[in-house]
């Protein structure tokens, strides 16, 4: 099983539709939950954390569920400009050794807002 | 914006050649790491370091060297180019817990 999945879609909605995104993750003991957005051949940039208790951006709802070990993001309203690859990003041991904490990053999901 | 430089942008380098990819931060992380990433593929961490002197490999075998000397600096080196380390490369580094800021990468090509 891989340590962080995510549907890679992509999802097709229309403007003005509100998505959600789902992701889980292997390691309970993860600590820090984020969502990063990147776009084509451009660096990932942190679009929001994730917090325990969920949050909230604007457009963008963001919910951890640790019992269960997914968090999920909500964009409502959508807009052309989302167009982008959501990543969803825990803290967790990389390396060959486990032993160091660090960032994984699940594949991403492709999302296209349509005209 | 985040402070973490990447030089060059791009690059095209002939096989064989010895190359070093710059990555620069001036928010006095700790933490950094060096991502490969092919066109509409994921992430996978090739290098990371926790501080000065501390370098560890990650989780996808790489043929790079990188060097942590100073705080601000984490550069990797490719001692021999070959076709199949084209790719783009992303460094990134964080404080702690908290997310990590991502430099523009650079495209590197070998041919």
């Known amino acids: 099983r891989k340590e962080v999945e995510q549907d890679p879609g992509p999802f097709n909605v229309p403007e003005g539709a509100t998505v959600a995104f789902n992701c889980t993750y292997s390691?309970?003991?993860?600590?820090?939950f984020f969502w990063y957005r990147q776009d084509c051949r451009k660096e990932p940039k942190l679009l929001m954390s994730v917090y325990s208790s969920g949050n909230e951006d604007g457009r963008f709802t963001a919910q951890l569920n640790r019992a269960s070990q997914y968090i999920s993001l909500l964009i409502r309203d959508s807009k052309l400009s989302d167009s982008a690859t959501y990543l969803c990003?825990?803290?967790?041991?990389?390396?060959?050794?486990?032993?160091?904490?660090?960032?994984?990053f699940g594949k991403g999901t492709h999302l296209i807002i349509q005209p | 914006e985040a402070d973490i430089y990447q030089t060059p942008r791009y690059l095209v380098i002939g096989t064989g050649k010895k190359i070093t990819l710059e990555c620069s931060q001036t928010?006095?992380?700790?933490?950094m790491y060096w991502y490969q990433q092919d066109p509409g593929m994921e992430l996978h961490l090739i290098h990371y370091?926790?501080?000065?002197?501390?370098?560890e490999k990650g989780d996808l075998s790489s043929e790079s060297t990188v060097s942590r000397i100073r705080t601000e600096h984490f550069p990797l080196t490719l001692e021999s180019a070959r076709p199949s380390h084209t790719s783009q490369y992303l460094c990134?580094?964080?404080?702690?817990?908290?997310?990590?800021?991502f430099g523009q990468g650079t495209r590197l090509t070998v041919v």
């Open positions: 990134a580094s964080r404080e702690g817990f908290t997310e990590a800021f």
């Open positions: 370091s926790y501080g000065v002197n501390s370098t």
């Open positions: 990003v825990v803290n967790s041991k990389i390396g060959s050794g486990g032993g160091a904490d660090g960032l994984t």
């Open positions: 928010m006095g992380h700790d933490k």
């Open positions: 390691n309970s003991a993860s600590q820090s």
